[in-house]
Each structure stands twice: as C-alpha cells, then as structure tokens.
Nanobody, 125 residues
Framework: QVQLVTSGGGLVQAGGSLRLSCVVSGYSFNNYAVGWFRQAPGKEREFVAVISRSGGTTDYADSVKGRFTISRDNAKNTARLQMNKMKPEDTAAYYC????WGGGCSRARSDYDYWGQGTQVTVSS
C-alpha cells in the first residue's frame, strides 16, 4: 500500500521559515517525481513545486520562486519543501504527491497518482 505522510506544518510569522517533509512508503520512491501543492480556504488546490525522479530537475510556481526550495533524498524515501521569507498569502494546507508521469515534472494535479494527507501552514502578518 502506497503511503505519503506529510509533516512540518505550523504557525510562523511573516518573513520566517518552515520545512515540510514527505515520507513515502510502499513503492520505489525513485521511480516517481514528487510535487507539492497547496490549498487555501475557498480556493482550488494549486501547484507549488515539483522535483524529478533523480532530483536533477525542479520547477516552481512563480509565487514561490526564489523563496521555496524542493529537494529529495532517495535513500530515505523523503522529499522536502524548504519555505523561506514566508508571506501571509502562503497560508494553506500543503500536500505532497507522487507521479509516475513519463513527461518528467508536471504541474497538473491530474498527473499525480498518490497524495499525502496535507499539513496546515499558517503565516501571520
């Protein structure tokens, strides 16, 4: 059974940092690209960042580029999202997801096969 367990959310002041982790079990982690998405109340779930299977390619939403960094450790079946210089508009539930999509790094939710349970991030002004 495939499981993605997300952790690391919490409350942080604007300008602060948080690091999210996604631990994956139940499949060959290095066969999947891993993405992070977020969903604020009343809004659709949106793409944040993605990292390729090898970790050699990354892609970021414009809203987080230069502030967030996605990484992965295939030996530990773990992906991370380092969030710096956080803003109140970063407040959302954050989800990690895994895709076997052959095109590499995808921004489309429909391309993702497995999802974690989400972790709440709140940034106060």
């Amino acid at each position: 059974q495939v499981q993605l367990v997300t952790s690391g959310g919490g409350l942080v002041q604007a300008g602060g940092s948080l690091r999210l982790s996604c631990v994956v079990s139940g499949y060959s982690f290095n066969n999947y690209a891993v993405g992070w998405f977020r969903q604020a109340p009343g809004k659709e779930r949106e793409f944040v960042a993605v990292i390729s299977r090898s970790g050699g390619t990354t892609d970021y939403a414009d809203s987080v580029k230069g502030r967030f960094t996605i990484s992965r450790d295939n030996a530990k079946n773990t992906a991370r999202l380092q969030m710096n210089k956080m803003k109140p508009e970063d407040t959302a539930a954050y989800y990690c997801a895994a895709t076997a999509w052959g095109g590499g790094c995808s921004r489309a939710r429909s391309d993702y096969d497995y999802w974690g349970q989400g972790t709440q991030v709140t940034v106060s002004s």
